[in-house]
């Protein structure tokens, strides 16, 4: 069983800054795959920044240039810096984990960008 546990959000202005925790813990042997992703009321759950064991970085062209997805692979913890937040950054953000055999969803952190 992997347990996947996302810290951080918050409240914030339009142009601040928040950095995302989400610590992956259980029957992990190997995390081949990492990400964020993010849910807005009444919308579909989206991909914002995936992050591989080699380090290989994927984004949503909504948040190039201003998210930055990083991991501790020896600490199983991922990373999300989002800089110049904007009103439409508004969501519930959500860790993935995949490891060996098996994935997991964390519960959610909610970030809410005012204007």
């Known amino acids: 069983q992997v347990r996947v546990v996302e810290s951080g959000g918050g409240l914030v202005q339009s142009g601040g800054s928040l950095r995302l925790s989400c610590a992956a813990s259980g029957s992990i042997f190997s995390i081949n795959y990492m990400g964020w992703y993010r849910q807005a009321p009444a919308k579909e759950r989206e991909l914002v920044a995936t992050?591989?064991?080699?380090?290989?970085?994927n984004y949503a062209d909504s948040v190039k240039g201003r998210f930055t997805i990083s991991r501790d692979n020896a600490e199983s913890t991922l990373y999300l810096q989002m800089n110049d937040l904007k009103p439409e950054d508004t969501a519930v953000y959500y860790c993935?984990?995949?490891?060996?055999?098996?994935?997991?969803w964390g519960k959610g952190t909610l970030v809410t960008v005012s204007s």
């Open positions: 992050i591989t064991s080699g380090g290989n970085t």
């Open positions: 993935y984990v995949v490891s060996v055999g098996v994935s997991a």
